[in-house]
């Protein structure tokens, strides 16, 4: 969940490290640090942002190597003694982290009895003290760490300085770390996002491989010492470089970069005939008698809307809960197929699944937005979303590049041409809404925003569209908010509707819209405030937002933009940081 930053070689290292960090602190901000080698090893750290942390650091400072870390806490409390980077007791090792240590309490109990000090409550800190004490016996760094690997169990990215050296050494397993190439100088960071102004050729590191970095070059080793001669790769600037372009925040250039977002990926995977997906894929998918899909969060509500779309024509699926699954497996028919879902491709619960999917030896595919990403690379198949960067902590585009790359997906595997049709129409649908929608929107959450629980109600696709439009509001206004079918209503939750209780409201599906108005009566005959969202040939008089029609199986597609701008709306007229919520980081690299 954690952020790191590595370079050898730059004149303005100080500038980079700290660029980096703030590209990075949407993986985590609860604290941040740098270190400076420059023969001897300098750290500077707080807690909060990487802001406060720059103005602590004097101006003049640089280091031939430099190391930074920006913090989403997992083990001890987010303080300025649990940031990184951690100083081994000894004072010989510098280091950065990203990811969980399994073992550590039963290392640390082993380095307290050989005389090793602890100063943090980090498992962190068990990383770097083991580095040392193997150093201590070998006099060599890169046995030390291959020592170390061997002990450690979990995940871990790591940058580590080492008195003296003007290198940064590396060890990966189950977190992303990506080695970025340039002429006298290397870097290093958890994406490329850091480095793609300095460099667009990258080494992506795979699991438990280490080596290191210095200004002519580096070098990578396999877990057993032997080299490994890596590929380099590139990737596209513009989909990785962070800019609000005129936006006061993030979550809203990225809620209207959705129509762009989805014309790009129509140009990707459409043809003026067809779809351009592996045909191995498409084959595998129409033999399947059974589709999984695995997810977390908002990729789990993609994967309800891709499952209803693959079970309308016929293949029977069924979408689970990363995080469940990876404990108690099922793997449904005789012949199934497994569709994993993660924006950032290194969510560590469906690590977990992909382990238990490979040992039964079932095909994979990843949908993801990031090239290179772990799972983009262990999986049978990938298909990229194109979104580009997604900095914002709430999916907004990226949820919706999901849902599309599924109905390209099932157009492709059941030749459904008019798909491309019905996208065209949802873009100027979505076009029409940001233009015209949003002082709509503002008023129902100027209406909504000092409450302290809100209800969602809609039914089939509707209903999949609140539970994504409530997770939005609970992650960036801390309501508590709840996501209800229609027909659940009489079964339990109608009991909490009292008098003045926010209820929103999907009708946008023929079939259901009667059931939905029958809802909509019961709730407002117990005293509900009701904000009715529908198409103009379902709606009534006093809904509050009624767009133009469209075909329903398209409405987490085209109203989740109504449901974003709500969310943010609440969230900013309560003053909260819209783009950073409290106790969330974009890519969830710890189960």
Known sequence: MCGIVGCVGLPQSRRFVIAGLQTLDYRGYDSAGVAFGNGDIKIFKEAGSVDFLDSTIPPSV??????????WATHGKPNKNNSHPHLSSGKQFAIV?????????????????????????TDTEVIVNLIEFHFRKTGDVLKAIASTMREIE??????????????????????????GVGKDFHLLASDASPMI??????VELDDKEYGYIEKEGYRVFDFDGNPVEKQRVTKEAELLRHTLNGYDHYMMKEIEEIEPVIRRMTNYYCLDEGFSF????????????????????TSYHASLVGGRYFEEMGIPTASYIASEWAFHPMFPGKKPFVILISQSGETADLIHCLKEVKERGFETLIITNTKGSTLERACTYSLLLHAGVEVSVASTKAYVAQVVALLFLVAAVFDLEYVKKDLDKACRVIAH????????????????????????????YDYYMSLEASLKLKEISYIHSEAIAGGELKHGPIALIEEGTPVVVFVTDKLTAASMRGNIKEVESRGAKVYVISTSELSK?????????????????????????????????????????RNLAKSVTVE
């Not at 640089?62 to 913090?71: F, K, P, Q, S």
């Not at 102004?197 to 990258?202: A, I, K, R, V």
């Not at 592996?278 to 969060?297: M, Q, T, V």
């Open 62 to 71: 640089e280091g031939r190597v430099a190391i930074g870390h920006t913090r």
């Open 97 to 121: 982290h990203n990811g969980v240590i399994d073992n550590y309490l039963e290392l640390r109990s082993r380095l307290l009895e050989d005389g090793v000090s602890f100063s943090t409550d």
């Open 154 to 179: 979990g995940s871990y990215a790591v940058g580590l300085i080492h008195l003296g050296e003007d290198r940064i050494y590396v060890m990966k397993n189950a977190s992303p770390l990506l080695m």
């Open 197 to 202: 102004e300095y460099t667009n050729l990258f």
């Open 278 to 297: 592996d045909p191995e894929l498409i084959s595998k998918l129409r033999e399947s008698d059974h589709i999984i899909f695995l997810g977390c969060g």
């Open 433 to 460: 809404i940001h233009k015209r929608y949003k002082d709509n929107v503002k008023e129902i959450a100027e209406a909504i925003k000092n409450e302290g629980d809100i209800f969602y109600l809609g039914r089939g």
């Open 541 to 581: 008089n006093g809904d509050a937002i009624v767009v133009e029609d469209y075909p329903s199986y398209l409405s987490s597609i085209i109203i989740s933009s109504i449901a974003f701008y709500l969310a943010y709306y609440v969230a900013c007229l309560k003053g909260y940081n819209v783009d950073k919520p």
